[in-house]
T-cell receptor, first 114, second 116 residues
């Protein structure tokens, strides 16, 4: 069974540009989560999808961040326009049906905004 | 408010030493789940263990063991006879069913360096 995959693995962009991150969860997993780790700090929750619906987006920093999960499969996280403080590692995780089941993480996307 | 604290930022040991990584959590809920994840140098987060609040039995898996104590709100992780491959960042995390979401609340992480 394939694990959670994320693309790209790295992205370097300039302030003001747009970047789109993609996450493919484990097949059959209803729950998809986005997290972010800014350098040296804890991993913070961004949002949670159940299938194609947003269950909780309380962690989204501001309206420059837009997440979608069309069709309940893969998800995208777009940052537009990117700011310096958006730099960090963006992790995606998925779990089966129950919210409290184990979340399996992808390798992360390292975003650097210059 | 819910919170996870990993007070040890970095730990350095010599191979074959035992090492304990501390995790203290705060929650108002009686039902909750605790997790440990490992982040090796390659960067991915690897699931190690999930424990619910009603199961206080300690768990052992090979060289890894976990000590869950509700009285002190702690969920500590011990590696016995550490190896160089254990070098990684280790994260403790909490989730609360009452939040109606599975979001994980992470500690700051503990960087473990095992020297040969």
């Amino acid at each position: 069974e394939a694990g959670v995959t994320q693309f790209p693995s790295h992205s370097v962009i300039e302030k003001g540009q747009t970047v789109t991150l993609r996450c493919d969860p484990i097949s059959g997993h209803d729950n998809l989560y986005w997290y972010r780790r800014v350098m040296g700090k804890e991993i913070k929750f961004l949002l949670h999808f159940v299938k194609e619906s947003k269950q909780d987006e309380s962690g989204m920093p501001n309206n420059r961040f837009l997440a979608e999960r069309t069709g309940g499969t893969y998800s995208t996280l777009k940052v537009q326009p990117a700011e310096l403080e958006d730099s960090g590692v963006y992790f995606c995780a998925s779990s089966r049906t129950d919210f409290q089941e184990t979340q399996y993480f992808g390798p992360g996307t390292r975003l650097l905004v210059l | 408010a819910q919170k996870v604290t990993q007070a040890q930022t970095e730990i350095s040991v010599v191979e074959k030493e035992d090492v304990t990584l501390d995790c203290v959590y705060e929650t108002r809920d009686t039902t909750y789940y605790l997790f440990w994840y490992k982040q090796p140098p390659s960067g991915e987060l690897v699931f190690l263990i999930r424990r619910n609040s009603f199961d206080e039995q300690n768990e052992i898996s090979g060289r890894y063991s976990w000590n869950f104590q509700k009285s002190t709100s702690s969920f500590n992780f011990t590696i016995t006879a550490s190896q160089v491959v254990d070098s990684a960042v280790y994260f403790c995390a909490l989730s609360e069913p009452s939040s109606n979401t599975g979001k994980l609340i992470f500690g700051q992480g503990t960087t473990l360096q095992v020297k040969p």
